[in-house]
Nanobody, 125 residues
Framework: QVQLLESGGGWVQPGDSLTLSCATS????????MGWFRQVPGQDREFVAG????????LYADSVQGRFTISRDKVKNTVYLQMNSLQPDDTAVYFC??????????????????WGQGTQVTVSS
């Protein structure tokens, strides 16, 4: 059974950094695309960053480019999202996702089969 489990969320002040982790189990991720999304109540789930498990190629939303870094550890089967220079607009529930097939980038949540339960990130002074 595939499981994705996010951790590392919390409350931080503007300008602070935070690292989210997505521990995976029950799957072998060769050929998979891993993604981070976020969602604010009442709004659609938004693509944040993606990484191709095999090659480590990455893609970012314009809103986080240069501030966030996605990475994966093949030994620990874990995906990370390093978030720097956090701003109040980054406040959201952050979700980890996975889907088979890494030829094309996928930014729509309906394209992903596997999801974690989410972790809250709050940026406020």
């Amino acid at each position: 059974q595939v499981q994705l489990l996010e951790s590392g969320g919390g409350w931080v002040q503007p300008g602070d950094s935070l690292t989210l982790s997505c521990a995976t189990s029950g799957g072998t991720w060769t050929g998979y695309l891993m993604g981070w999304f976020r969602q604010v109540p009442g709004q659609d789930r938004e693509f944040v960053a993606g990484i191709k498990w095999n090659k480590g190629t990455t893609l970012y939303a314009d809103s986080v480019q240069g501030r966030f870094t996605i990475s994966r550890d093949k030994v620990k089967n874990t995906v990370y999202l390093q978030m720097n220079s956090l701003q109040p607009d980054d406040t959201a529930v952050y979700f980890c996702a996975a889907d088979w097939g890494d030829i094309y980038w996928k930014k729509r949540p309906e394209n992903y089969d596997y999801w974690g339960q989410g972790t809250q990130v709050t940026v406020s002074s």
